[in-house]
């Protein structure tokens, strides 16, 4: 029985997620405002670089599985796969909620570094290009949004009940 290649089938299943969210994007009301690009530009943005990516992986990862699939490739995930899956999206979680009472900025900052250190698994990273790359990607991400496109994002519910006002 010949293997399926999965790296088809996601490629498949994401331009299909791109095109649903191609479609649920033209149902945005559109309200322009003189000189600014209205709120359909990132989402078409977002779902042409769904296809593309999904495209690119297709041509290039989908050789490369089936060549594996000739040879005999392990499973797609192990048990320590499957932790580290279920780690993740606890991670996620945690993200999502302390975002909420610490703050966007802080907690991207943290949970990037979380995320380098799981995802790393088993490989030696720098530790001071990683604490770096968190703290730059963290900040340019809340500034962007906040001072950049005048989007509030959470500032943590903890540090204006001690006094402490955050930018």
Do not use: H
Request: charged share 15%; net charge positive; glycine share 8%.
């Amino acid at each position: 029985m010949k293997k399926i290649n999965r790296t088809y089938v996601m490629g498949v299943v994401f331009i299909f997620f791109a095109l649903f969210v191609f479609w649920q994007t033209g149902k945005i009301p559109e309200r322009l405002v003189s000189n600014e690009p209205g709120p359909k530009l990132f989402p078409y943005i977002s779902a042409i670089g769904m296809i593309v990516m999904a495209v690119l992986s297709m041509v290039i990862d989908g050789r490369k599985e089936a060549e594996e699939n000739r040879a005999g490739a392990a499973p797609y995930l192990d048990n320590a796969g499957w932790k580290r899956l279920v780690l993740i999206f606890m991670e996620c979680v945690v993200f999502c909620i302390a975002m909420n009472y610490i703050g966007f900025w802080i907690v991207s900052m943290v949970g990037m570094m979380m995320y380098i250190c799981t995802l790393k698994s088993g490989k030696k990273i720098n530790l001071v290009f990683a604490i770096v790359l968190s703290i730059a990607l963290g900040s340019l991400c809340y500034f962007g949004f906040t001072k950049g496109f005048a989007i509030p994002l959470p500032k943590g519910a903890i540090w204006s009940k001690i006094g402490i006002k955050m930018p």
